[in-house]
């Protein structure tokens, strides 16, 4: 327990490393999630498109 | 579109620029007496940040500016240069270093390539379909990959690496610092090659991934920053510092990346976004490595570039970490920029029949 | 009767001199914008001579900047709306020619004013008098840069509605070295430090250029008017 806690406290410095780590595993996060979600999106727009049109015909 | 360049005009061009060399040559220490002697040591310093485009600018120094400086020594602080210039034996690793890269770039292509001849290869990538279906099969390797090494390379370095003399823990923000910045510029070098083979053949698969590389060097370039003052709240003392160079040429590129993407969006048609594009990407390709050159010239708070195979300048159990961390961020932007382009190519094929069945399986 | 490409350049030339002689608030406008802008500096920052002097290089380069801006508009605005700029593109003669042309007229017009009128201002600022030379020097090679850069950018966003905006953030990241550059030559200059190399980079800068930005402005136009 007490190494957990030594190895989170980094010797005084915890707040600038864990910081850091914190914001760069956002913005990787971040940067994985929009393009699927972007594609998600747009496959499901197409997909409205063409069941309309179908059910014009 | 068809760019015509007159060759008088382009023979007037390369003889200006030979002048303007001859011009410089007796000048390559511009601020001397401004800056204090040992900064001109950095100037020989080994560089192993760049990518390929380092190995190139480390070649040029170690063979012109070095013989130019030899000349005279007594300015520089000679401790520090013996420190700078590597010992013969950690070259090896260097090199080897490089020959890592070039694999991961063999690996990738003869994955790409192990379904179908090269030939074919090449020309069905050119179909934007194929490529939609091939990098499905890609995004799970590569994730996994990249998980895998990021999950190493953080216990690595935040449990087994030893405490820095003088940074204490603040120092292992450089597991994410130097990996993020080295990819950023790395990436604006793809960028521009994309950019120009797209503006030059038209082929449509290399402009969808300048364009999806931009967000993502952006980003990229947004964490170095970001880290990069961080840690300079640690060390320095300062979280910002307008008169560092190296801070401002890194803010530059990320203004770079941005008025890129604000180009792109800002025209209606695709094709016609991506030329302008490429043009203002191979412009402003110009720019940076003056900006970035410019660094070895000033005076910065930013330390040295780290020789990640010398010994003396860095504990082999610090760059184990480092370069695994280096590797988990090429496969991360790998497989972020294959997402991007899949999500580019549905917009871009979005009338096509392909993509409507497509859709509808989904 | 084919005419080279030399008589071309300079009837481009005289014929955009000739317009700008005609409408001369094109030329007085970015002046004017220059002189309010450094006069907004002592009436905001202080006016104390002694900061005046260590910001003045700073100031002038600023404005010199974003007077540039602000003139970089006309430079094919008028061409593109009355067509012109098509009949640029479609001549015999090699575009990046012609837009070099271009690009020289407007320096004339905007860039060469501004070099005379700077050391007036830089005197209102008290800059020291050894920085003089290193202040012309920077200005005379570091203009033409500003209207050779600004040139892919106005090529750029022609064809836009609102390329205004787009305009200065396309460009100005594009400005920063030779701001760093000329203000850094004039501080050297005013520390009575050898400043030739930050003008000789600068001046790097300028030919790279001035050999490469009238090729990606050609490229530009014809893609903004395809």
């Known amino acids: ?57 | ?362 | 009767m084919k005419k080279s490409a030399a008589t071309a350049f300079s009837a481009l030339v005289r014929r955009d001199l000739l317009l700008a002689y005609r409408y001369r608030a094109e030329i007085v406008n970015p002046l004017l914008y220059f002189v309010i802008i450094v006069s907004l500096y002592p009436l905001s920052v202080s006016s104390e001579p002694k900061v005046l002097a260590t910001i003045a290089s700073g100031v002038i380069w600023v404005a010199a900047l974003l007077s540039a801006l602000l003139s970089l508009d006309s430079m094919f605005r008028s061409d593109y709306e009355d067509g012109t700029l098509e009949q640029i593109l479609m001549s015999p003669h090699p575009t990046a020619v012609l837009v070099l042309a271009k690009v020289t007229a407007h320096w004339i017009t905007t860039g060469l004013p501004l070099v005379v009128i700077a050391p007036l201002l830089a005197l209102s600022l008290h800059l020291d008098a050894a920085a003089f030379p290193a202040l012309l020097l920077s200005l005379l090679i570091g203009t033409p840069a500003l209207s050779l850069l600004g040139a892919i950018g106005i090529a750029l966003t022609v064809g836009l509605r609102r390329g205004g905006l787009l305009l200065a953030i396309l460009i100005l990241p594009l400005y920063v070295p030779i701001l760093v550059l000329s203000s850094t030559a004039i501080q050297l200059a005013a520390e009575k430090v050898p400043y030739s190399g930050p003008l000789l980079m600068l001046g790097a800068l300028s030919v790279l250029a001035l050999t490469l930005a009238p090729l990606a402005t050609a490229a530009a136009l014809r893609i903004s008017l395809r």
Request: one cysteine or more; proline letters at 4%; hydrophobic letters at 50%.
């Open chain 2, 1 to 362: 579109m068809k760019i015509r360049i007159n060759f008088n005009y382009f023979l007037l061009s390369l003889g200006c620029l030979l002048l303007l060399s001859l011009l410089l040559a007796p000048h390559t220490q511009p601020l001397q007496g401004a800056i204090p002697p040992e900064t001109n040591a950095k100037a020989i310093g080994y560089q192993t940040e760049f990518g390929p485009i380092g190995t190139g600018i480390t070649v040029f120094k170690r063979r012109v500016l070095n013989s130019r400086f030899s000349s005279d020594t007594t300015l520089l602080n000679k401790e520090k240069v013996e420190q700078m210039i590597q010992p013969k034996g950690t070259r090896r690793f260097d090199r080897n270093f490089w020959l890592a890269e070039l694999l991961f770039i063999v690996l990738i292509a003869y994955g790409f390539g192990r379904y179908d001849s090269i030939t074919g290869f090449i020309k069905k990538t050119g179909s934007l379909k194929y490529t939609y279906h091939l990098s499905a099969r890609f995004i799970p390797w590569l994730t996994a990959i990249a998980v895998l090494l990021l999950l190493i390379g953080l216990v690595d370095g935040l449990v087994f690496a030893p405490i820095d003399a003088k940074q204490k823990d603040a120092y292992r923000i450089i597991f994410i610092h130097v990996p993020a910045s080295s990819i950023s510029l790395q990436l604006y070098v793809f960028m521009a090659l994309m950019a120009a083979i797209g503006l030059i053949w038209h082929i449509k698969i290399a402009e969808i991934l300048a364009a999806a590389a931009a967000p993502l060097g952006a980003a990229l370039t947004a964490i170095s920053l970001i880290t990069g003052s961080i840690w300079g709240g640690g060390t320095w003392n300062t979280f910002w510092e307008w008169g560092d160079p190296r801070m401002m040429s890194v803010l530059i590129l990320l203004f770079i990346y941005l008025s890129i993407m604000g180009l792109n969006s800002a025209i209606e048609d695709r094709r016609t976004a991506a030329s302008a594009t490429a043009i203002l990407t191979l412009s402003a390709l110009v720019i940076i490595p003056f900006v970035i050159l410019s660094v070895n010239y000033f005076n910065t708070l930013h330390q040295a570039q780290t020789q990640i195979f010398n010994k003396n300048s860095m504990d082999p159990r610090m760059a184990r970490p480092l370069v695994i961390m280096i590797f988990a961020f090429m496969f991360y932007t790998a497989a972020t920029l294959l997402m991007r382009v899949r999500a580019e190519i549905i917009h871009s094929e979005r009338n096509t029949q392909w993509v409507s069945e497509e859709a509808a399986g989904s």
């Open chain 1, 1 to 57: 327990m007490k190494t957990l806690i030594d190895f989170f406290y980094m010797g005084g410095d915890w707040g600038y490393v864990w910081s850091a780590y914190s914001i760069t595993a956002i913005f990787m996060l971040a940067n994985m999630l929009l393009p699927l979600r972007r594609r998600r999106k747009l496959l499901a727009q197409i997909k409205r498109k063409v069941d309309k049109g179908k059910n014009r015909k």
